[in-house]
């Protein structure tokens, strides 16, 4: 019995690119990208092309999905509406039906979202053995879930949730249940969670650490792993055994608004579904129903060569929920990281160089708020030079190799930090000198002459020597770091 889905076309043939449902289900998915790199839609691509073919429950932080509801018959279960024993009656419920559903957490604050989600992963987990069915359970902002060191969550919640993220994509399999799950940053993801998916979807990721951590989990060089920095929204480097045995790139294509009829092996979905389904799910009275059973005691043991398999890959459960270092040291450093993300980010967006500086700032201020980093510490000024770093490449300021170029750019005027960044990044990189386009980006401006001027005044002020070959080729030295940009036509 095999099923594939089509997800979109081969960069470079423009070939589909297809995930065989049937291996994905054995092997799981783990998507990786920055926010807005394309995560949410290339999940609805999948669950849309796969509908008809197999159970899907989608536990949906944002309520992005609910829209699936309509035309493909998606029960939408609502998690700030019930509570804990009613969703674990739910939960046993769209196991026993082998419902498709959403579990829609946005009304929920952060901490009841991964409560909720925890205790309908394990009721899906714990279902009685002859309800082992085959499903996707996809979980979009997995971090949020699976969060890899303590933050300003309870331990206990955490714990619970981490939990529950572990049985499903470590112990899952078995039990029917196959892990999509999507995250911003694989370095805010807990790495036995990641760790066990075997297909990769890698979208568009500004820092090193995060891009270390696709590398390692595509068994990449740094070097080779390096072009999922500059992918486009909506573009992924794909790699596994459900879709492809090389490194791919993918462009993910449009997603439907109406259901395919694809049946094709795996098996038959129930019949009931939309209202149908709906009405046996929430059949009154759900206070009164008899509680799930238990699950069975497993019969046979695992062969010797899976025991040892779990044993490798387990980690004691006290390693698991312990940050590695001292707590207060890793929270500031993952809001540290959290910081270069969000500037990363901002920096990314076209003509951002064009904005005033306190209208940035506001915009800044407003994603530290959304992701709950409470206060940074950053004002207006701190973020003028911190924004200016982050333009010209340098989005987080602890990066060892860039403190030299930082510490020069201490002495440079606020307006010219960018374009002296710039000019320094390439020369530390050994990359091309910026030509005058890229260079009016980053300072912001249209016009040519203010960049000869802007040239003029660092080369005076000592910061760079400006050299044109015979050939007529510019390079750009920076004398307090003793490099050069590689020479371009000027
Ligand atoms: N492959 C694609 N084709 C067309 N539009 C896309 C594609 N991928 C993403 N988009 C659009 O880009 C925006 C951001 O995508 P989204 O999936 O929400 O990103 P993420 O979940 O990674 O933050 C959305 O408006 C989405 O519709
Ligand atoms: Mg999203």
Redesign the pocket.
Same mark, same amino acid.
């Given at each position: 019995m095999s099923a594939t889905i089509v997800i !979109?076309a081969d960069d470079r043939s423009g070939a589909s690119v297809r995930i065989d449902v049937e291996e994905l289900l054995a092997t799981r998915l783990l998507v990786q =990208?920055? #926010? !807005? #790199?394309?995560? #949410?839609?290339?999940l *609805? *691509?999948i669950l849309e092309q796969s509908a008809s073919v197999v159970q899907q429950v989608v536990i949906d932080p944002e309520g992005?999905f609910v829209s699936l509801a309509e035309p493909f018959g998606h029960v939408v279960v609502d998690g700030s509406a019930y509570d804990g024993t009613e969703i674990v009656k739910l939960a046993a419920r769209i196991r026993q039906h082998r419902a498709s559903v959403i579990l829609a957490l946005d009304g929920l604050e952060l901490e009841a979202q991964m409560r909720c989600a925890a205790v309908f992963m394990n009721t899906l987990f714990d279902a009685p053995r002859d309800q082992w069915y085959p499903a996707l359970v996809v979980v %979009?902002e997995a971090q949020m879930f699976a969060p890899a060191a303590a933050g300003d969550v309870a331990d206990d919640v955490r714990r619970l949730s981490l939990a529950a993220m572990t049985n499903l994509m470590c112990r899952g399999r078995k039990r029917g249940l196959a892990g999509i799950i $999507?995250t911003?940053r694989l370095a805010k993801l807990a790495k036995n969670v990641a760790a066990e998916a075997s297909n990769f979807l890698m =979208?568009r990721t500004f820092l090193d650490i995060d891009m270390a951590r696709a590398a390692d989990l595509l068994g990449m060089e740094r070097r080779q792993a390096e072009q999922i920095r500059d992918l486009e *929204? =909506?573009h992924f480097l794909a790699l596994g055994p459900a879709i492809c045995r090389r490194p791919v790139g993918v462009?993910? $294509? %449009?997603v439907e608004t109406r259901a395919r009829n694809v049946v094709h092996g795996l098996m038959p979905m129930p019949n009931a579904a939309g209202e149908e389904m709906e009405a046996l799910l929430m059949a009154e009275p759900l206070m009164f129903d008899p509680l799930p059973t238990p699950p069975e005691p497993e019969e046979t043991a695992p062969e010797s060569g899976e025991l040892l398999e779990q044993i490798e890959s387990s980690v004691p459960a006290a390693e698991q929920v312990e940050p590695p270092v001292e707590p207060s040291l890793f929270a500031a450093e993952e809001t540290a990281a959290d910081i270069a993300a969000i500037l990363a980010e901002m920096a990314a967006e076209p003509d951002c160089t064009f904005q005033p500086a306190a209208q940035l700032y506001q915009d800044f201020t407003v994603r530290c708020r959304m992701q709950r980093l409470g206060q940074v510490g950053i004002d207006l000024a701190a973020f003028r030079r911190r924004f200016a770093m982050a333009v010209a490449g340098i989005p987080d300021d602890r990066e060892p190799r860039w403190q030299a170029a930082l510490k020069l750019a201490e002495g440079v005027a606020d307006d010219l930090v960018a374009p002296f960044l710039v000019l320094a990044v390439a020369a530390v990189e050994g990359l091309p000198c910026p030509d005058d386009d890229r260079m009016a980006e980053i300072y912001g401006t249209r016009s040519p002459g203010r960049i000869r001027r802007l040239l003029d005044h660092l080369e005076k002020s000592g910061l760079i020597v400006v050299r044109t070959d015979y050939g007529g080729r510019r390079s750009i030295g920076i004398p307090g770091l003793g490099m050069t940009t590689a020479p371009v036509e000027a």
């Open positions: !979109g =990208g920055n #926010s !807005g #790199s394309g995560k #949410s839609h290339l *609805r *691509r992005d %979009d $999507a911003q =979208g *929204r =909506g462009k993910i $294509a %449009d």
